[in-house]
Every structure is written in structure tokens, then in C-alpha cells.
């Protein structure tokens, strides 16, 4: 397999992954290779640089993503509980009542049942699960 970056006359830059360079020189001519952007069939390879093995284990380069995606959720936990009101168990009800125009909209966070949560979801109510970072264990909060 060979990844190839491409371009559209519209300047979207993408890739795309073909058997070989015959692959996709058939594929392009039968109008095949198209844009995810905008959909135009006038696709050319774009300027790329090779791919060139160093000597990092996959094992460290995994460490490494381990690593920078541990930092990443720590981050928005921190983010959100700095900055957003912490609703205890009653964030099922709180999200429901600003969904319905019944309280007044803001940032929230709290705890809720997996079943509360697929409720919410099945009413529209967005709702997502605040990322707990690797090698942490949840912390009970209090309300203040």
C-alpha cells in the first residue's frame, strides 16, 4: 500500500491509500479519486515527504501518545472544573431543566447514572462524559 497526498483544484489537501502507483493513476482516470471536501474529481498528488524509519521503538513513540493524550484530558478535567458549576447528582435533572428552557443556561458538570445519562441523550440533552486521565481514579466531589 502507498499513501499519497492529494490536492483538488480547489487547493483541499487530503490522503488516500492505493494498492500502488498504477492503482492510482487507473482510479483517477475513471474520474474515481474525489475530493471529501467538495467532491471534485480533479485530484493531483501533492508534494509529500517520505516516511522514514528512525530508530524509536513503536514502543516509546505508543508511550509518547500515551503520554501527550493523559495531558490532554487532564487538561479539559481541569478546564472544566474550573470553570463550570459541579451539580452533584442532580445533573441529570439540572441539564434536563436548561434543555427545556426551565433554568438558566450555563456550564455544568456532576454525576449521573448511565441510564440518566441515555435519557438525556435520547431527549437531545447534550451531554458528554468528562474524561477521566490515565492512571487516576475518580474523586468524589462535595458541593460547596
Known amino acids: 500500500m502507498i499513501r499519497y497526498?492529494?490536492?483538488?483544484?480547489?487547493?483541499?489537501?487530503?490522503?488516500?491509500?492505493f494498492s500502488n502507483s498504477?492503482?492510482?493513476d487507473e482510479q483517477k482516470a475513471r474520474a474515481l479519486v474525489e475530493c471529501p471536501h467538495c467532491g471534485s474529481a480533479h485530484v493531483e498528488k501533492a508534494i509529500m515527504a517520505p516516511?522514514?524509519?528512525?530508530?524509536?521503538?513503536?514502543e516509546n513513540r505508543h508511550a509518547d501518545m500515551r503520554k501527550a493524550v493523559?495531558?490532554?484530558?487532564y487538561?479539559?478535567?481541569?478546564?472544566v472544573e474550573q470553570n463550570f458549576d459541579y451539580v452533584g447528582e442532580?445533573?441529570?435533572?439540572?441539564?434536563?431543566?436548561?434543555?427545556?428552557?426551565?433554568?438558566p443556561e450555563?456550564?455544568?458538570?456532576?454525576?449521573?447514572?448511565?441510564?440518566?445519562?441515555?435519557?438525556?441523550?435520547?431527549?437531545?440533552?447534550?451531554?458528554?462524559?468528562l474524561p477521566i486521565p490515565i492512571g487516576e481514579k475518580p474523586k468524589p466531589k462535595t458541593l460547596n
Open 90 to 103: 442532580g445533573f441529570a435533572r439540572e441539564a434536563r431543566d436548561m434543555h427545556e428552557g426551565l433554568a
Open 22 to 24: 498504477a492503482a492510482f
Open 106 to 129: 450555563r456550564p455544568i458538570y456532576g454525576e449521573a447514572s448511565r441510564d440518566e445519562v441515555r435519557e438525556l441523550i435520547d431527549e437531545g440533552v447534550p451531554v458528554a462524559p
Open 75 to 79: 487538561k479539559v478535567r481541569s478546564h
Open 70 to 73: 493523559a495531558e490532554a484530558m
Open 51 to 58: 516516511m522514514v524509519r528512525t530508530s524509536e521503538t513503536a
Open 5 to 17: 497526498a492529494l490536492k483538488c483544484e480547489h487547493a483541499h489537501e487530503f490522503e488516500a491509500w
